[in-house]
């Protein structure tokens, strides 16, 4: 049924998708010059930020491993409901860690797949656009930890900058108006939400813009969705300079340096096989992600000298690249809601649907399924005004098998996944508790010289012990505070592995602990694998001003800058680390 919905709204949608999209990559077989004022790599969240705004004042070159996203065979990337189609596919780097000691038990191998994105716009292409800023304190304990002007107050401006928030009712204090990325509120709430925010207001918290002044509470989603219903990303950022030249299909394989210390230029290998060699008059950006960016900088010499001695590479500068990976791990707990939820089903055999899509971008067919988000601090945590868990609410009442084959489950453990298909209830309801801040840390590391082939990813789940029990305190505060404690609990129904729950002795933390090591997945947040900070800081890689200690004319603009994990999703910190880079390399004109 799902793929015959699939086929169905593809053939509605191709005469738009003929109209939007080229029938081949426009950007990949452009003829490149010797020499640009900058080249950046890696056309993420970040990367198409810094290139655009750079490319109003020099001449940029911007390269991209993956294709554009206007070609037709990147047609789902559009269309929110679509999401997860994008996975697993030719716009995906299809990652996957090594075998993890404390978590993923029942995952093929005990391994989690890491999708990232491998297209113009990176994994903001792939993600569930789901825009969330963070907390003021993540960007205040940033400058704290010797990172100069990257505090909130400083920092608010530019996510003001690159956003257009379509929502009349936020304080505009706190959101712009004018950016390349838009931003919109979730366009259809279902009568399943709909119920868990009754129960939520009984409990104590009404909605909130969690964007705005107070992040702790619920909210409905913001989603970085455009005015006809369709995804944006910072690939909308592309049409601002007019010295950007985009280079697409094209790997880059190793940086160059001139002496010991100044980076020079970058190799490149396209699609078709062929090699270039590209100089940087001014200064090489990397903005390839906390994967690709660690694996990069390895390949070229800059890294932990032990490991680039054993593979042979001639050191240039002994830094702890790769180190400090963080990432935000979650855990589904799935509700049968006695609500009317809109099925495969329903969107295949109700035209209005689609109809309502195509004509005021709206509707079920305008959001991915991701609703709702909270954020609560479970009181284990010392974090000051920050949360320790978010709560991520998804609609729907698809096919488990799908979501088990994206996270590499084994297919004999989606049983706490079936439950909302069981009996008579109407609709599924997924609280997603996610980690935070956790202590756990993990690493990148190059197992070869061979730029194609993968890194080791190893994100040690789970391996600080304090990760677990407030990962576990989280699912408890929703099912005791919200669940037992509300009308929810006459409306939803949470099946309980009663044989897992007597071996616990009733107790539920304990029961939630268990099902944590067996099935909490990655978020897709990987960061902090070129940690910034002080040179004193012998844990971080780049300045604030994000130069790579030591050598000259080479910066890093992603996620691994990031010294710490932000409280929410990545992307939009993200955005914004691309903003403060440009405005910091503009300044040093």
């Known amino acids: 049924m799902r793929k015959l919905l699939y086929v169905v709204l593809l053939v509605s949608v191709i005469a738009f998708s003929y109209v939007y999209y080229h029938t081949i990559d426009p950007y990949a077989s452009q003829i490149l010059d010797e020499e640009y004022d900058y080249i950046v790599v890696g056309a993420g969240t970040s990367g198409c930020v810094v290139a655009s705004r750079l490319s109003q004042h020099a001449k940029v070159l911007l390269v991209e491993a993956g294709k554009s996203d206007q070609i037709i065979e990147n047609w789902s990337i559009k269309v929110p409901l679509f999401t997860v189609l994008n996975q697993k596919s030719s716009m995906d780097w299809k990652y996957q860690t ?32 789901h825009y969330v800023r963070g907390n003021k304190q993540d960007y205040d304990h940033w400058s704290e930890l010797g990172n100069p002007g990257w505090d909130y107050q400083s920092l608010l401006p530019l996510f003001k900058k690159s956003q257009t928030v379509l929502d009349d009712t936020v304080d505009e204090r706190y959101h712009g108006k004018s950016g390349p990325l838009q931003v919109r509120p979730v366009s259809t709430i279902v009568d399943n939400v709909k119920l868990l925010f009754e129960a939520l207001k009984k409990a104590g918290f009404d909605p909130i813009d969690y964007n705005g002044e107070n992040q702790l509470g619920f909210g409905y989603n913001q989603a970085t969705v455009n005015r006809n219903g369709k995804r944006s990303s910072t690939a909308d950022y592309l049409s601002i300079g007019d010295q950007l030249t985009i280079s697409t299909q094209s790997m880059v394989t190793k940086i160059s340096f001139a002496g010991t210390n100044r980076a020079e230029g970058v190799y490149i290998t396209r699609q078709d096989g062929s090699k270039l060699y590209i100089k940087a008059k001014k200064e090489i950006i990397l903005s390839a992600g906390s994967i690709n960016t660690p694996q990069l900088l390895q390949l070229s010499g800059i890294g932990p000298q032990e490991l680039l001695t054993k593979l042979n590479i001639p050191l240039v500068k002994d830094l702890p690249v790769g180190k400090n990976l963080l990432d935000h791990l979650m855990f589904s707990m799935p509700f049968a809601v006695n609500a009317t939820c809109i099925s495969d089903t329903e969107l295949l055999s109700n035209p209005k649907h689609l109809f309502q899509y195509l004509t005021s971008g709206t509707g079920a067919i305008s959001s991915s399924g991701l609703d709702a988000t909270g954020f609560i601090q479970t009181g284990l945590s010392d974090l000051g005004g920050k949360p320790d868990i978010q709560y991520m609410i998804v609609s729907g009442a698809g096919d488990p098998s799908l979501y088990g084959e994206i996270m590499n489950f084994r297919t004999d453990k989606l049983d706490n996944l079936t439950q909302c298909f069981k009996g008579p209830h109407q609709g599924c309801l997924f609280i997603l508790p996610t980690l935070l801040h956790p202590k756990s840390t993990g690493k990148i590391e190059i197992v070869s010289t061979d730029p194609f082939e993968p890194p080791l990813i190893d994100p040690n789940y789970y391996s600080s012990p304090i990760d677990i029990d407030i990962h576990a305190e989280g699912c408890y505060w929703f099912w005791e505070n919200i669940y037992l404690k509300t009308q929810f609990r006459h409306q939803a129904y ?49 300045d604030s001003n994000l130069k790579i200690h030591g050598i000259e004319k080479l910066r890093v603009a992603d996620g691994s800058i990031m010294p710490t994990l932000t409280s929410g999703n990545t992307n939009a910190p993200c955005v914004v680390i691309g903003e403060k880079a440009a405005e910091l390399i503009l300044g040093d004109l």
């Open 98 to 129: 090594v075998s993890q000691l404390y978590s993923s038990k029942d995952m093929n191998q005990e391994k989690s797949n890491w999708p990232r994105g491998k297209i113009l716009g990176g994994s903001g292409q792939l993600n569930y656009m």
């Open 494 to 542: 949470y099946e309980i592995d009663q044989e897992l729950l007597n071996e616990c002795n009733g107790n539920m933390r304990l029961y939630f602990k268990k099902l944590l090591v067996r099935k909490s997945v990655t978020c897709y947040h990987p960061v902090g694998t070129a940690k910034m900070g002080p040179v004193s800081d012998h844990h971080s890689v780049v």
